[in-house]
């Protein structure tokens, strides 16, 4: 299995709090995404990295941030919660982008009150 | 912008059954790849199988074969001797490989499978 892992994996916040999602890997993979699951909508993403300090918009960037300042970490902040971002966050990393596999986390469920 | 279409929110197959799962595509462009993955209800997405535009022949791993007809951009998942740990989300992908393409996947909104006993 590919070293990747999701903190926290459940968090419950309240609408208006900042909440920061955090992805590592252990593969030294370029590539890292961001993607939020919800019925009937699939994966949509996010945002995306593709090396440190360089990251891109996804299809449903509005109301977050990312940051990448190590290979290791991309970290994902909702900057004011609010009960639209309720969804199961999933992080997911790749070698070489859209042509390569993409191995996902184990996901990050956050309710948002 | 390329598009996945997955018409089956949900399927299902008796255990033991075959079952095919479809997905369609829209992309003008000739260099691309294409992925299933499955999410079961542990939530954990794994790779089913993955198959390169230019090649000719269908992918297969183990169970699990594809119907790529590239000039129809579909893109069909067939399982074979379903077994009761196939049920779970498939979600069809589409990865552009052409210079300048895109880094991302694009993801269909996924079938539910269901497999009977």
């Known amino acids: 299995d590919a070293g990747i892992t999701q903190s926290p994996r459940h968090k419950v916040t309240e609408t208006g709090t900042p909440v920061t999602l955090r992805c590592h890997q252990t593969e030294n993979h370029r590539y890292m995404y961001w993607y939020r699951q919800d019925p009937g909508h699939g994966l949509r993403l996010i945002h995306y990295s593709y090396g440190v300090k360089d990251t891109d918009k996804g299809e449903v960037s509005d109301g977050y941030s990312v940051s990448r300042s190590k290979t290791e970490d991309f970290l994902l902040t909702l900057e004011s919660a609010t009960s639209s971002q309720t969804s199961v966050y999933f992080c997911?990393?790749?070698?070489?982008?859209?042509?390569?596999?993409?191995?996902f986390g184990p996901g990050t469920r956050l309710t948002v009150l | 912008a390329q598009t996945v279409t997955q018409s089956q929110p949900e399927m299902s197959v008796q255990e033991a059954e075959t079952v095919t799962l479809s997905c369609t595509y829209d992309t003008s462009e000739s260099d691309y790849y294409l992925f299933w993955y499955k999410q079961p209800p542990s939530r954990q997405m794994i790779l089913v199988i993955r198959q390169e535009a230019y090649k000719q022949q269908n992918a297969t791993e183990n169970r699990f074969s594809v119907n790529f007809q590239k000039a129809a951009k579909s893109f069909s998942l067939k399982i074979s001797d379903s077994q009761l740990g196939d049920a779970a989300m498939y979600f069809c992908a589409f990865g552009d490989a052409g210079r300048g393409g895109s880094e991302k996947l694009v993801f269909g909104k996924g079938t539910k499978l269901t497999v009977n006993p």
């Open positions: 997911a990393i790749s070698g070489r982008g859209s042509i390569d596999t993409q191995y």
